[in-house]
């Protein structure tokens, strides 16, 4: 944890959540909640693949479990039927 900050900071990259309380209200809950936003696919790409990163990625794979994703957001103003014009 007290290295990933500076790992971030070349990529723009910043926590949106980090673990906190949550109130499952359906189904069951995954366990503590990590979300990092980058500002495009190219960033998270290089971040993950970065020495910086690589070189702390085992002090997360050798001590817990964890699913990491790769996602798409969409902008502010997305709606629900936007995917239908897809």
């Not at 499952?24 to 979300?35: D, H, M, Q, Y």
């Not at 696919?41 to 993950?48: C, I, L, M």
């Amino acid at each position: 944890l007290e290295k990933i900050d500076d790992t971030l900071r070349p990529f723009d990259g910043h926590f949106i959540i980090h673990g906190g309380e949550q109130d499952v209200r359906e189904g069951a809950s995954p366990g503590t909640l990590i979300v990092i936003e980058f500002p495009d696919r190219d960033a998270v790409e290089g971040w993950y693949r970065s020495e910086a990163y690589q070189a702390i990625l085992p002090l997360r794979t050798e001590n817990s479990d964890s699913n990491v994703f790769f996602l798409e957001g969409v902008d502010r103003d997305h709606l629900a039927t936007d995917v239908l014009q897809g």
